[in-house]
Structures are given as C-alpha cells and as structure tokens.
C-alpha cells in the first residue's frame, strides 16, 4: 500500500521597498529561494536533473520600482504555522522585504489567467511635470518605440490606463495610475513608465519614486 505525498500551496504575500526595488527580478528569486532552503521547509520539488522548490513569483517588477503587493507561491509537503513562517522569513531577507501575509491552502483560480490590473503611485517633485505625465497617459493616442525580441516596435498607450487621478497637497504631487497589462496589444507597465520619462526629457528626474500598490489578476 502506497501513500500519496500530500501537497499544499501556500501564498507569500511581501514589500519590496528601500534598497530591495533595485534587486533585479533574477536575483530576487534568488534571494528567496535561499532563505526558504535556510529555514528548512518541508517543500515540494521539480522533477528532472535541476530539482527545486516548486515556486511561482508576481509577474516581474522593473528594476527601481518599489511595490506593496509581491507575491509568491509556494506547494508544501505538509502544513506550517502561517505567523511564525512570517516572522522567519522576513528574518531572513533583506531590508525593504517583509512578508506582509501567509495565506494557507491558496486555492488558485481555475479559469485562465488573461492578464493584471496593477494601480500605481507616481510621485513628482513638482506638479507641472506631475500634469505633463497625467495628460500623457491619458491620451490613449500616445504612442512610443519599444525592443521586443531584438526588433523595434511602436506601441500605443490604447486601452492600457484604465483610471488616473492626480492629487496634490503637503508638498506631494501623485499621480494614481490603474493600468493592464498581459493583454494582446498592450504595452506592459514598465515599456509605458520608460516612454513617459522619456517623453518628459529634462524633467523627468521630478519622477522621483515609482510604488506598485496593488496586483490583480483579470
């Protein structure tokens, strides 16, 4: 009589913040994955010659934006206690990373992931280039030049900002952008943070800080 491994997942849910935004999404993987192999936890592992923790990450956060809303999941070979895995994990990670939640089982969507709503916050350090930005990615006309796959291509903001708001007060200019992305035609969040600095040239160093708030898969 065999006995069948019995398998959960479990979902990590951290900041990316402070020094942390510049850690690259390679070696953020790489960090992680080093501090659940110190603490030892009963994971599952891929088949094959390169065995692993059977983990999946966020879709990938450009290098220098901070987030709020990072996450992993992880499928275990038995049950954890989700505040002490918290607790010891941020331990064991760097400034600017801290487990914010541990969700135990994560119970994945069935029907097919078609892409991200992800709402940021954009901080300038004056409110000019704060509306210059705001009527770029407004116009769903903007159109920029991208690399993909060694080739240039235009791309157009279309339907990719679904909500902008911008509000200023305190000597805080924020600019609340709701953007999509994963889908056919649109432009991924980091193509269009990259054409809006260069569409604001000399100013663009007003964009000071970049935060993802929050993730949703659509």
Not at 192 to 210: C, F, G, N, P, R
Request: include cysteine; hydrophobic fraction near 35%.
């Amino acid at each position: 009589m065999t006995t069948e491994n019995i398998e959960i997942k479990v979902k990590i849910e951290y900041t990316k913040t402070s020094q942390s935004r510049y850690v690259s999404h390679l070696d953020n993987i790489d960090v992680i994955t080093k501090a659940l192999r110190r603490l030892q936890l009963p994971y599952a592992v891929s088949q094959g010659c390169h065995i692993r923790p059977k983990l999946s990450f966020a879709p990938p956060l450009p290098l220098g934006h901070a987030s709020y809303c990072e996450y992993l999941i992880i499928t275990l070979e038995k049950e954890i206690e989700p505040e002490k895995l918290k607790t010891d994990l941020t331990d064991q990670l760097p400034e600017g990373m801290t487990v914010t939640n541990v969700i135990q089982p994560w119970i994945e969507k069935k029907s097919k992931n078609i892409g991200e709503r992800l709402e940021y916050l954009l901080h300038f350090r004056d409110l000019a280039t704060a509306q210059i930005a705001k009527e770029y990615l407004s116009d769903p006309e903007s159109s920029f030049e991208g690399h993909h796959k060694g080739k240039t291509k235009k791309y157009k903001l279309g339907k990719a900002v679904s909500k902008i708001s911008l509000s200023a007060s305190e000597g805080k200019n924020l600019l609340a952008v709701e953007f999509e992305q994963g889908i056919e035609g649109i432009p991924s969040v980091s193509k269009i943070i990259t054409a809006l600095a260069e569409a604001l040239d000399k100013d663009k160093d007003s964009l000071y800080l970049i935060e993802r708030i929050s993730l949703t898969e659509l």
